[in-house]
């Protein structure tokens, strides 16, 4: 055996010995142990008591049974979600409503918050109401490409200088930095086609709506975008997202399109170049509305964001 193999034998040696006793041992839980029920109840609610809180922080059993509990956990889908907060649900669909009040799910309320203070989803909501054909299924279409994270700041240190929130689905990262503050968003997707991305987060009531049109990262395959932030939030902080749907724009988001690629292009002067692909590929589409069309026309200008001179 050479002095490699003895070191994996070695390796192996050292740590199989405890994992193994804890894996035996985790199999039982304690008299002490809460009742699984509660591990479900209390994920949703969030509300775990000082006393289970100092329990499961050293019980191998109450760990796997959170896993198990946060893996098994059914919530709405974010179509559903904002069905029910914008009231466009009929009356038989109760899953949503028992949800949110009788599992008093936390993270969805959080969730529900966020759709309600999008202005976008709002008007686009109003359509759907108005029979507009075809609105249901593309709003449908566009929050079927969201994604969620969300970040638990330490209430008594505050932020640290980069905090990274949780995403629930792969292909997603996202980072909040303290100096100067903004959300880093990094997602896999392909440079040649630029896609608008709604990014809704807040925490409390207070609900930041912001557009993003990620550019090439340092890493093939990823892209990213810089999102400035007025002052860093408080609380735990909910972020969902969404591909949009550049048809279903309208001249009531085109200040926020200006004052977004502006912001960027001071933060991130190479994000520009996503921006103009991206207004250069959405100006082929038809439907647009004119305003929208104006407003990408001049975003799509080369002189657009004064670029840095070659
Ligand atoms: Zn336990
Ligand atoms: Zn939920």
């Not at 959080?110 to 759907?128: E, I, K, P, T």
């Not at 108005?130 to 505050?158: E, F």
């Not at 207070?206 to 860093?232: H, M, N, S």
């Amino acid at each position: 055996m050479g002095e490699h193999g003895l070191s994996q034998l070695l390796l192996g040696l050292a740590s199989d010995g405890p994992d193994r006793h804890e894996r035996a041992d985790d199999e039982l839980p304690t008299p002490s142990c809460p009742p699984l029920p509660r591990f479900r109840s209390a994920l949703l609610r969030e509300d775990w008591t000082d006393a289970e809180q100092r329990h499961r922080s050293v019980c191998a059993h109450c760990r796997q049974a959170e896993a198990q509990a946060r893996q098994q956990a059914w919530h709405p889908s974010l179509v559903h979600l904002f069905w029910h907060a914008r009231g466009l649900l009929d009356d038989t669909d109760t899953d949503v409503a028992y949800h949110l009040q009788t599992d008093g799910c936390r993270r969805c309320r959080r969730l529900s918050m966020l759709f309600q203070a999008d202005r976008l989803l709002a008007r686009l909501a109003a359509r759907v109401r108005q029979g507009v054909v075809d609105a249901a299924s593309r709003l449908g279409r566009m929050l079927a490409s969201g994604a969620v994270a969300s970040l638990a700041l330490p209430v008594s240190t505050g932020p640290r200088p980069e905090q990274p929130l949780a995403f629930e689905t792969a292909g997603h990262s996202a980072v909040l930095r303290t100096d100067p503050p903004l959300l880093r968003l990094e997602r896999s997707g392909d440079a040649k086609t630029p896609s608008l991305l709604r990014v809704l987060f807040g925490s409390g009531k207070e609900v930041r709506e912001q557009f993003a049109v990620p550019r090439p990262g340092k890493e093939p395959g990823v892209l990213r975008a810089d999102l400035p932030l007025e002052r860093l939030p408080t609380g735990p902080l909910t972020l969902a997202l969404y591909e949009v749907d550049a048809t279903m724009l309208g001249k009531e988001e085109v200040p926020q399109l200006c004052s977004a690629f502006t912001a960027t292009s001071k933060l991130d002067p190479p994000s520009v170049l996503a921006w103009h692909g991206w207004a250069s590929a959405t100006l082929k589409l038809s439907g647009l509305e004119g305003a929208v069309r104006s407003a990408l026309e001049g975003l799509s200008r080369p002189d657009a964001g004064d670029l840095p001179k070659r």
